[in-house]
């Protein structure tokens, strides 16, 4: 079962058919108990959409929540974030987080910091090095409860992060920085370790970048990650995590303006995300 935001109401996929479920809000829903059982219920008392299209008005599959990312899950991802801040001297500081029993956690977005499938994201206006990350995004609700799945597209200024980590919230925490959708699969059984990532990017119709991997590599589990974020801190409207990447392209690739980026988890579907230019703001 998967459930999308859209610009009218919310659309619950049953058993390949679509249906609209009313006389709730998207943070009422979120952290709704026995969420599985309660719209399967609902869907039942309601007939199924005719002929329905997303079209314009798909939403990113988030309300009041925060998004939040853990970094270095992945071997390729500690190598990458070694290598670019060795010359400031921190390389050392990933492989120790690799290593350690505390994982790094940081704050990623607010929901209007973040895109939907089909809107854009961005690069930032002082950043020359620019790249996605595909991860897979663990929906959670107010008491730490994974509700489901979703795909998180965390954008990242490389050579910000890299010229220093202490860098990390604004190579991270922009506006449109983070992609989320195309909605979230609800489902209470973790993710096969098999479930595989793919990442392409496409500039003018072409391919220049494709990756995969999959949730094997990930070296933490979703439950070690969520037990870490939740420590002294609370979300009474629930809230996302970014699981990290394990697909990285190499030094040479930036994102351009008028690219597309596809990431692609089969259970859940494909992100995707055309790349909008830096927005010089005006000073006051």
């Given amino acids: 079962m998967k459930v999308y935001r859209t610009i009218d109401a919310i659309i619950v996929e049953d058993r390949g058919a679509f249906y609209e479920i009313g006389g709730t809000t998207w943070d009422d829903l979120f952290n709704r108990q026995h969420l599985n059982s309660s ?6 008392r309601v007939s199924a959409l005719v002929n329905f299209s997303f079209a314009s008005g798909l939403l990113p599959p988030i309300g009041s929540q925060e998004v939040w990312a853990a970094g270095v899950t992945y071997y390729r991802s500690r190598a990458a974030r070694m290598e670019e801040s060795k010359s400031a001297g921190g390389g050392d500081f990933y492989d120790r987080v690799y290593e350690a029993d505390r994982p790094e956690i940081f704050f990623k977005a607010t ?62 925490v922009y506006d ?16 096969a370790k098999s ?52 697909i990285v392209p ?8 008028g690219d597309e980026v596809r990431i692609t988890i089969d259970p859940i579907g494909t992100l995707i995300n055309p790349v909008a230019g830096p927005t010089v703001k005006s000073r006051r």
Avoid at 139 to 164: C, H, K, P, W, Y
Avoid at 217 to 232: H, N, V
Wanted: net charge negative; aromatic share 6%.
């Fill in 250 to 257: 190499p030094d040479d690739f930036s994102l351009a303006t």
């Fill in 195 to 246: 479930t595989e990532i793919r990442l392409e990017i496409l500039r003018d119709n072409s391919k220049v970048f494709e990756g995969s991997t999959n949730l094997e590599q990930m070296r933490r589990t979703p439950e070690e990650l969520i037990e870490f974020l939740f420590r002294d801190n609370s979300f009474p409207r629930g809230c996302f995590l970014l699981t990290g990447t394990g």
């Fill in 39 to 44: 719209l399967t219920s609902a869907t039942r």
């Fill in 111 to 172: 929901p209007h910091r973040v895109a939907g499938s089909g809107q854009p994201v961005r690069i930032r206006v002082d950043s020359r090095w620019n790249v996605p990350e595909p991860e897979l995004a663990i929906a959670v609700n107010s008491l730490g409860q994974i509700i489901g799945f979703t795909i998180g597209n965390d954008m990242s200024s490389r050579d910000i992060e890299g010229e220093n980590p202490l860098y990390l919230p604004q190579a991270k």
């Fill in 176 to 191: 449109q920085c983070c992609g989320l959708g195309p909605g979230i699969l609800l489902t209470e059984e973790p993710l």
